[in-house]
């Protein structure tokens, strides 16, 4: 019987979803084109759109770090990425606000590819490379004007445990508009909704998440020469912090 209860749950989460995100948009391009406070915008997007799929879902996040976060200047968040519930529970966690990149096919969405373009997501084509990085190189302005960003640097989803390795191009876009970066560790998400799949929670009724946010890397004293070196060591402090994670959240 509990079986039976936690499918009908993933199913109905799935029609939940599609709604709630709906109607969320709707609220966003109303709120952004009578150009209310960014702040209510910020504060929809997190408490309403994102806290509460992520509880519907089931997830409780365990976080450590938020002391890490800077708070007087633009960032990068470089998370892990292995689930559709990511960005959402990023955006549950984060005393900051954010904007993130998706690819660019969800700016293909009715309604909901409207609301990201205005509120200002990055479209990331990840077939065209040249155009990625203008894409960067525009958002370079709001960065300076103190906005954050955050960036999936394995690119896609994974499918496994293992992280994989990391793109250049989050790490140039940081290099170049001299923000620090915050590497977050996220482990059991996919737990709760694996890659490829699109039901939650079928086997279990909560998912414990952790969420740990690594210090704050200054770049000011790098080049885009020292792309790679910059790009392994980062990897290689995530990759560290996951592999203590996985025994608490990986079962």
Aim: charged letters at 25%; proline letters at 6%; a positive charge.
């Amino acid at each position: 019987m509990f079986k039976i209860f936690l499918w009908l749950r993933a199913l109905l989460f799935i029609f939940f979803v599609v709604i709630h995100t709906f109607i969320s948009s709707l609220f966003v391009i109303s709120l952004l084109l009578i150009k209310a406070p960014r702040s209510w915008v910020d504060w929809f997007i997190r408490d309403y759109w994102c806290k509460t799929m992520v509880k519907l879902a089931g997830i409780e996040v365990e976080l450590s770090g938020v002391e890490n976060i800077p708070q007087d200047t633009g960032f990068l968040y470089l998370f892990t990425h292995s689930s559709h519930l990511d960005i959402p529970v990023l955006f549950s966690q984060s005393p900051k606000s954010f904007r993130f990149g998706a690819k660019s096919s969800l700016f293909k969405i009715p309604i909901f590819g409207y609301a990201i373009t205005l509120s200002g997501t990055l479209p990331i084509s990840r077939e065209n490379r040249s155009k990625v990085f203008e894409v960067y190189r525009q958002a370079e302005e709001r960065v300076a004007k103190g906005e954050a960003f955050a960036l999936a640097p394995e690119g896609g989803r994974r499918k496994s445990d293992e992280i994989k390795d990391f793109k250049s191009g989050p790490f140039l876009f940081a290099i170049n508009a001299k923000m620090p970066i915050v590497p977050v560790v996220l482990c059991g998400v996919d737990r709760c909704l694996p890659n490829g799949s699109v039901f939650i929670n079928t086997s279990r009724f909560k998912q414990k998440v952790g969420m740990r946010i690594l210090p704050a890397m200054d770049l000011k004293g790098y080049n885009p020469e020292q792309v790679k070196q910059l790009k392994d060591q980062v990897r290689e402090q995530m990759v560290k912090t996951y592999e203590e994670m996985k025994p608490l959240y990986l079962n």
